[in-house]
């Protein structure tokens, strides 16, 4: 199924980041719990919602509110925007959040079916694959 097949379309693509001079440059440890997934490979996660209303609504109204809160969030979990840094041995890996650091933020509209995505069923990643970022 190639993105046309989904007929997905990019309606917000942006960075996220804290409200400037919320949150001071900082860095927070690893744990034991963290270490043992760094050798994992990333992820990325999807998140779907039923809109029934026009995507210029929800553009208009709902996004802006949402990229706010989701602004002020990062005050409180702002390693969430962070970089993971890899220094030289001895030293152990650890998260440096950076005035300005962020994430991608990406809002889109498809086509696909819904239900047949968000069911309580097995998929193959194949279904998924389209809705991803490469």
Known sequence: M??????LKILEDSRVSSPPGSVPT???PLTFFDILWL???PMQCLFFYEFPYPAL???????PNLKTSL???????FPYAGNLVFPPRP????????EGDSFNFVV???MANFNLLVGNHARTIGEFQP????
């Open 2 to 7: 190639a993105r046309q097949a989904c007929g």
């Open 108 to 110: 889109a509209e498809s």
């Open 26 to 28: 900082t860095t927070v």
């Open 39 to 41: 050798g994992s490979f």
């Open 57 to 63: 609504h929800f553009t208009q109204t709902i996004l």
């Open 71 to 77: 602004s002020h969030t990062l005050q409180r979990f």
């Open 131 to 134: 809705l991803l970022r490469t």
């Open 91 to 98: 030293q152990q890996p650890y998260i440096l959040y950076k």
